[in-house]
């Protein structure tokens, strides 16, 4: 009965790229990878579309690399235990949980509404995303963190270095592979999200790709949603090859997390 | 553009400052303890110095400059010809702006290509300011740092400061994250009960804010049908599916699967926890939807109708096996060796000890797995959003199409509409309550499972 729910569920993931094989393999050429978007469906692609997915994509990096890593060498090394931190750890623990859409909420009424950034843009979607993605990457770059062995610190602190120093030579260089795993994990995840970016507004029809981080663009779910309310039946050929390529790119970041995890995984 | 360019400029200038005060400590290099700190620190000391007031300068007049432009541009003897009304004034004034920053556009107003000149002047003007003021900082910021390249300064000591300082700051955008969240959503919902009653948005069964108006709009929101389908699709169906087909596959790996098939079959069950949810969404409509109104055709149902809660449900049950799994997977890990032997060894069979001893100790934990499944599944967006349906209704039957939560807060909020509108502001309102109910659960969870953890080490 146990093996029965497992082929069950795998037979339903099986069904799923099936049919979006059977459906999409037909539209993926050169054309629709270099194309955009069009109300033409035999001359619409994705290149927009991906290019918006990969300027949002660096924006969310951009913060959210940093500030994750920060705040989990602080949490992890530094923070003296009391409640203003046990407050932080809750709110990161709770924030990595929150219904996505809720942080779309957010992005509109703080980075549209009072700082009024560019609807639409890749920079207001990448930071609601790196909002979204920060808590993943404290949570695995913690762990990473109290997988290096305490001896490690003992050894350079025994020999004159400043608990800077220790953190910043020695703990993060070895906890970097995990870390580095899960800011992948966490960047697919945000590279797949669709309703905080629909709150924002990325969902206009945008026919040429985005030049810069401010003008409006489409992300590539964004594009597969699009798609998928249009009438006419030709774009279900379209919407699934997107389905493709957006599972490519997704199959591509977690292979690339597996092989750090497999290839650098120290066993202290 | 500018602003990349003068971004640019700040770290070259940091880098220099960086350059300089290595080779400044360098040349005060005389032999062992002779410099306090390594000739790195003081290098990054005086970096530090050019970036972060630099940077500061850069942001705070990025804020303001937007405003001092337009004032500018209202000086301007053109500003007479503007129309008295605001909200044309800020369209035009709009227009005039992005023209500005993209000359040789058509315009869709001749008024504001006249605009247009003005404004491009004077956002030059200002971005010049704003360029010298930035300088003058970078270089007081990095004049400053440079004095202090002597011997006996403590620069790691300074920089170690700073670096603390940073870790503090990054450590606390989560929780003004939080705040922020809160905040918005308290405010925004604030605004929408100075209309509407929450009493009668938390107790009305009437919900059409497309059609709200009037004196009698505390009538026109009453969220309740919108909560049903939510905790009916989100809570019911999907766990129906999700709860038995998760806790066996648990089971099945943790218990009887061989090591080799545990260690191709737990990844791929996770894959479909990393598949986007507007797949799901695209294929709940495409193709499980038509099936279960061929299945509701089949039982004799006049009429199905496209869109349903048991489409929405099922699949979103699919995405969320492995959530359950994981969670029962861990729990069960967890009992001690020492009770499942103690039950073999009173002759328990392998499925009595499961049954009877296993899933009883680690009930905790898969407990608190569900409840975070359920708070991951009433947040659920797109699948809703593409299988669910728009109609807000109170029923029971699977086949019916429904509406939660999350569909509505897009549906309120995509439109093109006026910003403080009711209906707008009740998407915030709805956000609010779904904020709340899965932070109730999130944190409920993890307390248990934290407990649980500590009860069995």
């Not at chain 1, 339903?12 to 094989?21: D, N, Q, R, V």
């Not at chain 2, 500018?2 to 070259?12: G, Q």
């Not at chain 2, 790691?156 to 990054?170: C, H, Q, T």
């Not at chain 2, 099945?252 to 797949?279: C, H, M, N, S």
């Amino acid at each position: 009965m146990g093996l029965g729910a497992v082929v069950l569920s795998l037979g339903f993931l099986a069904l799923l790229l099936i049919i979006m094989a059977k459906n999409g393999l037909g539209g993926l050429g050169w054309d629709f990878l270099t194309r955009s978007d069009s109300t033409d469906p035999a001359t619409a692609g994705v290149w927009g579309a991906v290019k918006g997915s990969l300027l949002t994509m660096m924006v969310t990096l951009a913060l959210s690399f940093p500030m994750g890593v920060l705040a989990a060498v602080y949490l992890e090394e530094f923070a003296p235990r009391n409640r203003w931190v046990d407050w932080v750890e809750v709110s990161i623990n709770n924030l990595a949980a929150v219904p996505s859409i809720i942080f779309g909420l957010l992005g509109l009424a703080v980075f549209i509404n009072v700082m009024h950034l560019p609807r639409s843009s890749p920079l207001v979607g990448g930071m609601t995303l790196a909002l979204m993605t920060m808590p993943v990457i404290v949570i695995s770059g913690r762990n990473a963190i109290k997988a290096v062995p305490p001896s490690i610190r003992d050894a350079a602190l025994a020999i004159g270095a400043s608990p800077v120093q220790t953190v910043f030579h020695h703990v993060v260089p070895l906890a970097l592979p995990g870390i580095l795993t899960g800011t992948i994990i966490g960047m697919a995840r945000a590279l797949g999200e669709t309703a905080p970016l629909l709150m924002i507004g990325m969902r206009a029809f945008v026919a040429t790709p985005a030049d810069g981080v401010t003008a409006p663009s489409s992300v590539l779910p964004m594009q597969i949603f699009l798609w998928s309310d249009e009438i006419d039946k030709a774009f279900v050929q379209n919407t699934s090859a997107a389905i493709i390529v957006l599972l490519a790119f997704l199959l591509a970041m977690n292979g690339v997390a597996i092989y750090l995890r497999n290839k650098f995984e120290t066993r202290w | 553009m500018t602003s990349t360019i003068i971004l640019l400029a700040i770290f070259a200038l940091g880098l220099a400052g960086w350059f300089t005060a290595r080779a400044r400590a360098r040349l005060l290099y005389t032999g062992r303890g002779s410099l306090h700190s390594m000739p790195n620190y003081h290098a990054w000391h005086m970096a530090l110095w050019i970036v972060v007031p630099a940077l500061l300068a850069w942001l705070a007049w990025s804020a303001v400059s937007p405003e001092l432009v337009r004032a500018a541009v209202l000086a301007d003897p053109l500003a007479a010809k503007l129309p008295a009304m605001d909200m044309e004034r800020a369209a035009i004034l709009a227009e005039a702006r992005s023209l500005a920053g993209n000359p040789g556009a058509a315009a869709f107003n001749p008024l504001a290509q006249e605009f247009a000149v003005p404004y491009r002047a004077a956002e030059l003007r200002f971005g010049l300011i704003g360029a010298a003021l930035v300088a003058i900082f970078a270089f007081t910021g990095g004049a400053w740092g440079f004095t202090r390249v002597r011997a006996r300064f403590p620069a790691r000591s300074w920089v170690e400061r700073g670096v603390m300082f940073g870790l503090l700051v990054a450590s606390l955008v989560a929780i003004l994250t939080t705040f922020g969240i809160v905040v918005s959503l308290v405010y925004e919902t604030g605004l929408f009960f100075r209309t509407v009653s929450p009493i009668d948005f938390l107790t009305g069964t009437h919900w059409a804010p497309s059609t709200a108006g009037g004196a009698n709009i505390s009538k026109d929101f009453g969220a309740v049908p919108l909560f049903w389908g939510t905790i009916y699709i989100g809570a019911i169906i999907a766990m129906v599916v999700a709860i038995p087909l998760g806790l066996m596959s648990a089971v099945y790996l943790t218990q009887y699967a061989d090591p080799a098939v545990r260690r191709w079959v737990k990844p791929a069950l996770e894959i479909l926890a990393g598949v986007p949810t507007v797949v799901y969404g695209y294929f709940a409509a495409l193709t499980v939807a038509p099936l279960v109104r061929d299945f509701a055709a089949m039982l004799g149902k006049a009429n199905p109708s496209t869109e349903s809660a048991l489409a929405a449900g099922l699949v979103m049950g699919v995405m969320i096996i492995p959530f359950v799994s994981s969670m029962a997977d861990d729990s069960i890990a967890a009992v001690p060796q020492a009770m499942r032997d103690g039950s073999l060894a009173m002759g328990a069979t392998p499925s009595e000890t499961i049954k009877r001893v296993l899933l009883p100790a680690a009930l905790p934990g898969i407990v608190a797995g569900v409840m975070l499944a359920v708070s991951r599944a009433i947040g659920e967006t797109m699948i809703v959003v593409m299988a669910a349906g728009a109609a807000a209704r109170l029923s029971a039957d699977p086949f019916e199409s429904m509406t939660t939560v999350t569909y509505q807060i897009v549906q309120l909020l995509t439109g093109d509409q006026e910003f403080n509108s009711p209906k707008t502001l009740s998407a915030f309102a709805l956000g609010l309550v779904l904020f709340i109910v899965t932070f109730i659960l999130n944190i409920v969870a993890l307390r248990v499972v934290k407990r649980f953890r500590e009860a069995y080490e």
